[in-house]
């Protein structure tokens, strides 16, 4: 039996019109078996997402302050979506009564404690959602990962599903032949019994493990945009949308500030070449953006430009720096030695700069850098510069592209655009330039005018 796994994002929870809307997305394909919710998000007239206010409650209850008009905010906001859709107030407040029950735990582990607070949006409009649906004449089930065997490191707050996870789950498809599953997004369980949440946005990487454990033949990842676009619609109007992409564009265009899904959800569905298409749960007769293992060799060779900002690098010059054995080596290591991860590392016969997200530094570690490399390394010249923006022209079509440098050094130079770095990976894939924060958006215009008019 084909299954497809369809994770709706907190937009796209939000409202009980939303909650129908997802109803009709599954009528609309018997082959849809397994749910993933995440908890509500920002509506009109709640301007606060569930999470968030469930993060304000434990933090208030760890310091000993009052949380209890917190939690009777949380309770309301359930209300509101789910006695619209004709559940009674005491089936509401019976699901509801498992709040209580998570603020009434032994918070000497402060970080466990969060977890098992912070979860519980999912967990109840997961199990509120299963009552509606049923209500409607469904055949579902509620399933909490506990059950279903979802396995998690104890890293409260950033847990990593453990190797033989989606292994471990595998009786689902089971359920799945029988019933539709509604799987609560964003946690797991500790091999001691204990919740355990994914990083910020891990409902992503819930559908993904799911999909991957189910073999589903396609994860679907309904939010509230139509897919992903050529570029920020922020910066350039009307960008194309992308009917396409490979796992590996998608991962370039993630780091690069294209922010529509989490960056840990792709590998597991990559492991089985399980096609993840992004969807708008508003406009179901948009297809929304497939992204796949290989795409067609006929369609575009650049599929993207993305760009990030809040970068610095620090730049050495040293005559016959590349004659000196472990030179790269011990520069990186003064870095690592003051907790540092770098982004790149382009040089030349005798400079070598070393870009990294500035977010990381103080005043006083940009003065131990250059001390260290002073020190250490005694070069000519360093200089360090703030301030830098990383453009990124992306593509697995561009791998021996004849020309593609000179176009987009062109498009640049001709919209006054100073490029200060240029980095291209051993894939090909991405061409990256460095450039300062004041000419980003000037930029991201002149390459997709270059590469998409």
């Not at 469930?54 to 979506?81: C, E, G, T, W, Y």
């Not at 519980?120 to 909490?144: H, I, K, P, T, W």
């Not at 492991?271 to 508003?282: A, D, E, S, V, W």
Request: aromatic letters at 8%.
């Amino acid at each position: 039996m084909e299954i497809v796994v369809c994770k709706f994002g907190g937009s796209s929870v939000a409202t009980n019109e939303e909650l129908e809307q997802i109803v009709a997305i599954i009528r609309k394909d018997t082959r849809r078996r397994c749910i993933v919710l995440s908890a509500p998000g920002k509506a009109s007239g709640h301007t606060v997402k569930i999470t968030d206010l469930l993060i304000d409650a434990s933090k208030k209850a760890l310091a000993n302050q009052p949380f209890a008009p917190v939690v009777d905010m949380i309770k309301n906001r359930f209300h509101s979506i789910y006695e619209p859709l004709n559940l009674s107030a005491d089936a509401i407040d019976t699901v509801l009564s498992d709040l209580d029950a998570r603020f009434s735990t032994p918070r000497d582990h402060t970080e466990k404690f969060r977890d098992c607070i912070v979860s519980a949006g999912e967990d109840l409009n997961c199990r509120l959602f299963a009552l509606y649906l049923a209500s409607l004449g469904f055949s579902c089930r509620y399933v909490n990962p506990k059950e279903a065997g979802m396995l998690v490191t104890p890293v409260y707050g950033d847990a990593q599903p453990l190797p033989d996870c989606a292994l471990g789950m595998a009786g689902l498809k089971q359920i799945c032949a029988e019933t539709i599953v509604i799987f609560p997004g964003f946690f797991g369980y500790t091999t001691d019994g204990d919740i355990a949440t994914f990083s910020r946005g891990g409902s992503d990487l819930t559908g993904s493990l799911l999909a991957e454990a189910l073999d589903a033949s396609e994860y679907e990842n309904w939010t509230d945009v139509n897919g992903i676009f050529s570029a920020h619609p922020g910066i350039v109007d009307n960008p194309e949308q992308i009917p396409a992409l490979t796992y590996k564009e998608m991962r370039e265009l993630s780091y690069m500030g294209f922010n529509v899904l989490h960056e840990e959800a792709v590998k597991p569905v990559m492991r089985k070449k399980i096609p993840i298409r992004l969807r708008n749960t508003n406009n179901i007769l948009n297809t929304g953006t497939l992204i796949v293992s290989e795409r067609l060799p006929s369609e575009r060779d650049v599929i993207g430009v993305a760009s990030n900002g809040g970068f610095c690098s620090f730049t050495l010059q040293k005559f016959l720096m590349n004659r000196e054995k472990g030179f790269g080596r011990r520069l990186l290591e003064i870095f690592e030695e003051l907790g540092l991860s770098y982004e790149h590392c382009p040089s030349g016969v005798d400079n070598i700069s070393v870009i990294l997200d500035q977010d990381q530094l103080k005043s006083e570690v940009v003065n131990s850098i250059i001390r260290s490399i002073e020190e250490q390394l005694q070069p000519d010249e360093i200089k360090s510069e703030f301030g830098i923006s990383l453009v990124s022209v992306v593509g697995e079509g561009l791998v021996h592209k004849i020309g593609f440098l000179t176009k987009a050094a062109t498009a640049l130079s001709n919209a006054q655009v100073n490029i200060k770095m240029v980095n291209q990976g051993s894939s090909e894939m991405s061409i990256i330039f460095g450039i300062d924060a004041s000419d980003e958006k000037k930029a991201v215009r002149a390459l997709y005018d270059a590469f998409f008019s």
